[in-house]
């Protein structure tokens, strides 16, 4: 079975500072990972994936996010956070080997951004 | 022009009514969602309609039943509607049923139930 998780509810952090959020994965095979963001009243938009190739992929926006196989993670990442960053940020999986194409989202990790 | 779209953006309804949500995507895509979110912004799924196949979750109660016209549409009907169906509903798409493909999420509408 595959499941995401994101440890942090919230993360806070100064405009102008690097920003990471977090996000583990299980899965049988090779991943399918996914990061999304969701603004207040909105929904979810595609910021950015990992199929296969280059651990770093680059995305939306200025972020980025960088899969680690042995880690089991993909941590998402902006060198400089903005104050319009602040919003929801969900993480989600496929797994092809487990033969279902719907992706598992993980909890969401609400980011904060201080002026 | 928008991609995903879904209508009510927000439903006010009593116990025990029916009520519909549609979604329609101009994408071109050839697979549908509708996901539910809770009070603390918890996904789940509840319906996937890719190539005329459906995929319930099958923890979704039986009153809770999708339609699809047409691959453009997915509308979601739901029966007897209980106080515990007050959510955010969002509906989804995606190029097709592949595993790189993203989802696009239409808005979603709120769900709630007096």
């Known amino acids: 079975a595959q499941s995401v998780a994101q440890p942090e509810d919230q993360v806070n952090v100064a405009e102008g500072n690097p920003l990471t959020v977090k996000c583990t994965y299980s899965?049988?095979?090779?991943?399918?990972l996914f990061w999304y963001v969701q603004y207040p009243n909105r929904g979810l938009q595609f910021l950015l994936k990992?199929?296969?190739?280059?651990?770093l992929v680059k995305g939306s926006y200025g972020f980025e996010a960088e899969f680690n196989k042995s880690q089991t993670s993909f941590h998402l990442k902006k060198p400089s956070a903005l104050v319009s960053d602040s919003a929801l940020y969900f993480c989600?999986?496929?797994?092809?080997?487990?033969?279902?194409?719907?992706?598992?989202f993980g909890r969401g990790t609400s980011l904060i951004v201080h002026p | 022009d928008t991609a995903v779209s879904q209508t009510p953006k927000y439903l006010v309804t009593q116990m025990g009514n029916d009520k519909s949500i549609k979604c329609e995507q101009n994408?071109?895509?050839?697979?549908m969602y509708w996901y539910k979110q809770d009070s603390k912004k918890f996904l789940k799924i509840m319906f996937s309609?890719?190539?005329?196949?459906?995929?319930i979750n099958e923890t979704v109660p039986n009153r809770f039943s999708p339609k699809s016209p047409d691959k453009a549409h997915l509308n979601l009907h739901i029966n007897s509607l209980e106080l515990g169906d007050s959510a955010v509903y969002f509906c989804?798409?995606?190029?097709?049923?592949?595993?790189?493909?993203?989802?696009?999420f239409g808005n979603g509408t709120r769900l709630t139930v007096t």
């Open positions: 309609y890719n190539n005329k196949e459906l995929i």
């Open positions: 994408l071109g895509h050839d697979t």
């Open positions: 989600a999986v496929r797994d092809p080997s487990g033969g279902s194409y719907i992706p598992t």
């Open positions: 990992y199929i296969t190739g280059d651990n």
């Open positions: 989804a798409s995606s190029q097709d049923g592949s595993f790189n493909s993203p989802l696009h």
């Open positions: 899965v049988s095979g090779n991943p399918y």
